[in-house]
């Protein structure tokens, strides 16, 4: 069976390390944060000025002075600090950051990430800390569905959509396979409902066993 | 020692000139200067830059002050955002100019400003399209583009307390561009929700000293 | 959350390679690491490059270990002081490399490293020896000096107090260049008067977030 | 009569604008601070990474901790603020402070400071945060005597010391006379116990009077 997005979230939290620096991306890489157990010793960074941000808050906890990359407001746990916009940046381009989380419309077997335009001629751009995180984290995990609704690969052999970063991306996980990018090529290193076979024939990218 | 202390936020945005590039602190609302923003508006000056992360949300604001035309250029990160329509419908319209910058780029380039640096080679962006017809360079390895300061002629803050000197706390993630757009222009004027007197600020948590700050209004 | 907690400086300086480049934090001994110090030199590591502001004092810490010609280059802005005869013995008699760096330059050039900046345009130094040879460019009408990062394999650091995670706060100057060596090594090690419960420091004092330190030893 | 260096610093003192924020570079210049007074809303920064520092301490409020520039103990005063090196000299470098009081071995007609290192072979260099104040701050004033030991004026066509900082002087309080370095040249302000003749006959430098 192909993972659902929380399936896919819970498998990419299984993988980050014990006690890592992790920054998840909008959108459904925050759902990674439901899966981590609580003995993890993961410690979140949001790009707006904060290490170990704790879960979405409700009701009375919400504090318009405390909100995520998101701009959802959250909690702190202990151990919190804050800092500025251009500290936060040097943590992430510097390089300190283990593992980041993204959204992504394309990756290409080189690593190329394409995740904050989509190209089209009338839209208005805006990248957001996209780029920064792209290539500052030490692992950079995209989270996404492996097609597109018109059924195309998302993982392809040049991005068609403009890059947000070049060579960049470690690993891919989707609905249907993880895949590692490494030098010598993409390796597949789990399917889930699919097989070997039928995933060569649908993704247009050289894919090794 | 209280000549920095304002009364009212239209003393505070006295001054501010036509064509000015103002740098407005916040994250979307955190730490938006809202009630600067409005001086700035009944102030009245027109064909402003403004660098900002966000493009105005709502129609209050720096929203408003787009609506009313004052704004000839935004420099930001992220404008497109879901109550962004004033900005949105004046871009479509080619009323108003748009410099997108990586948000990473958007606090250094504003610290390099404050910090007298020329310019430095940043590893974010390039191979994008945000990099195109800027300069690169290999250093150890790995490409960089060249990026230049952003400096402001005036700084709009949100901030938490202030004491009489000007030192300044924030709050939480509010805090976000407001100490690095302090360092950045020339006319820094801070909206707080508290002014405390001179030594009832914690000397090792002050996190804007006071030689960048020249006005502040409680708001 | 205590993988981070020594139980001594000879545990927490365990494994510094022959050949390391090693910041070590203070002003003259003013946030000077002297127990990890103390502990380097028992751990043995030599062919060592040293990057701090100055170049020991007296008979201890930095020049015990410049004595014991564990040292093959220190970079520092200031190793002339009235009581470095064991660095002026050595850099008189050849048998020690100086690289003098300004001192601002010092800072940002670790910075730069902790930031992931390639290299930085600097208005300090210009036109003197301290920039022979190096590239220069003129921007705005300024002329300005390609400065490149110092990174570190490893800093020592002396901090005031830390938390289980290893959130740090410092003390008064004794902060000086601290924060930024955190920043700049691959392998961050502080010594701090004392250890607090994590949740025990103000999130909005913390001055070193936790993510830049590996270990942690009271001293 | 000519100055000593109590009246050269009360000098300079009357002359940094009220509320300025004030380096004093080690040695004489720091003089300067008990000349200021006690209203003069002067705010001192001490580049080792503080503001508002206090007069020197004395006996029990001796610190360790707590030390100028020079490492002399310093006290601290209401509104003080701590900050990194980095950014202290960020402060320094980005142009933020009004008035740097250095000293100097030589200053050129062009506003050339050379007070770092006397060119000898066997000289240490050792050149601390003295280009960064050069560079920095938006008036540069140099305390010095106008003649060295042997005679010599400090004040000279060109340094033949090694450089600081090139055009970066703005004014040269000596024993003898004040000095505004302008755009069209040296400008003699005030002279002490010395007419504007003697001085012309004893400095090589065009002097306007």
Known sequence: MSLDKHQMAALIARDIPHGAYVNLGIGRPTLVADHLPADSGVVLHTENGMLNMGPAAKGDDVDPDLINAGKIPVTELPGTSYFHHADSFAMMRGGHLDVCVLGAFQVSAGGDLANWHTGEPDAIPAVGGAMDLAIGAKSVYVMMTLFAKDGSSKLVPECTYPLTGVGCVDRVYTDLATFLITPSGIEVRETFGITLDELRARVPVPLAG | ?219
């Open chain 2, 1 to 219: 020692m209280s000549a920095k202390i304002y009364e009212t936020a239209a003393d505070a945005v006295a001054g501010i000139e036509d064509g000015s590039t103002v740098l407005i602190g916040g994250f979307g609302m955190a730490g938006m200067p809202v009630q600067l923003v409005d001086a700035l508006i009944d102030q009245g000056a027109a064909d402003l830059t403004v660098v900002s992360n966000n493009a105005g949300n709502g129609d209050t604001g720096l929203a408003a002050l787009l609506a009313k035309g004052r704004v000839r250029k935004v420099v930001c990160s992220f404008p497109r955002q879901v109550d962004s329509w004033v900005f949105d419908g004046l871009y479509r319209a080619g009323k108003i100019e748009l410099e997108v910058v990586p948000q990473g780029n958007l606090a250094e380039r504003m610290r390099a400003a404050g910090a007298g640096i020329g310019a430095f080679y940043c590893p974010t962006g390039v191979g994008t399209p945000l990099a195109e017809g800027k300069e690169t360079r290999m250093i150890d390895g790995r490409t960089y583009v060249l990026e230049y300061p952003i400096k402001g002629d005036v700084a709009l803050i949100g901030a938490h307390r202030a004491d009489r000197m000007g030192n300044l706390v924030y709050r939480k993630t509010a805090r976000n561009f407001g100490p690095v757009m302090a360092t950045a222009a020339r006319l820094v004027i801070v909206q707080v929700s508290e002014i405390v007197e001179t030594g009832d600020l914690d000397p090792e948590a002050v996190v804007t000293p006071s030689i960048y700050v020249d006005r502040v209004v409680t708001a």
